[in-house]
């Protein structure tokens, strides 16, 4: 474990996960200033969230895997796909990240344009037990859709993963906003929050993803797809002694090895032909 943690590759997936929050919330967050001439639409906010996610997944995915949300990293943790050491650092990564894009989104903003500067809070006569459920199922969708299209033992046309996630964030806030704002990331809403000191029901957008996380991974794990890895399998990966994420890049590469092997080899014998 202690091994893992000194690593290049680890160390790099560390700064992926700051930098890809960093630019999710500064980008999100820019979407939703309120500038008089163009107030912005539930449609605009949710298409860039959406779009936002979709280019740092295709971004970094191939660094850290592109969880760029608390809920996620949780999430693959309680269904075996990440190490407990990974978890921790991903999810102080993300928040750093978070509160270092709204702090800079911050000093860019005209103070007449800041207004609540995105912070999430219920809105609509929203009751905090509905803000949850919200937040639950908006989430739960989500990570299901990351579990679904990042499933390696998928043998059907998987499509875009990179873009089924950003629409699925995209979805989730076409709903999501005229409740709480819409988070379901806990990182996007800590980072507003710590910059405008407005914790008020703060609480609500930690439980609500966190819980829509595990939710999606024990329904994904347990009862959607057949049990996979076993359980010393599943230690060794919350151990960190072995990282699945690497191993499916690995045996991609070296499938990709043997094609072109058998590609070279078959235009060797069509040339002595």
Known sequence: MLRNLCSGAFSRAVLAEFLGTLLFVFFGLGSALPWPSAV????????????????????????????????????????????????????????LGAVAGAGLLFEFTPSNIRGSFGVNALSNSTTSGQAVAVELFTTMQLVLCVFGTTDSRRTDNT?????????????????????????????????????????????????????????AALIYTYLLTPPAPNLLDRLSILHGSFDPEHEREREEHRKHSVELNSLNNYSKNMDKA
């Open 40 to 95: 912005p639409t539930i449609l605009q906010i949710a298409l860039t969230f959406g779009l936002a996610i979709a280019t740092l997944v295709q971004t970094i995915g191939h660094v850290s895997g592109a969880h760029i949300n608390p809920a996620v990293t949780l999430g693959l943790l309680v269904g075996s796909q990440i190490s407990v050491l990974k978890c921790v650092f991903y999810i102080l990564a993300q928040m």
């Open 159 to 215: 499509g875009f993963p990179a873009l089924s996630i950003g629409l699925s964030v995209a979805l989730g806030h076409l709903l999501g906003i005229y409740f709480t704002g819409c988070s379901m990331n806990p990182a996007r809403s800590f980072g507003p929050a710590i910059i405008m000191g407005n914790f008020e029901s703060h609480w609500i957008f930690w439980v609500g993803p966190m819980s829509g996380a595990i939710f």
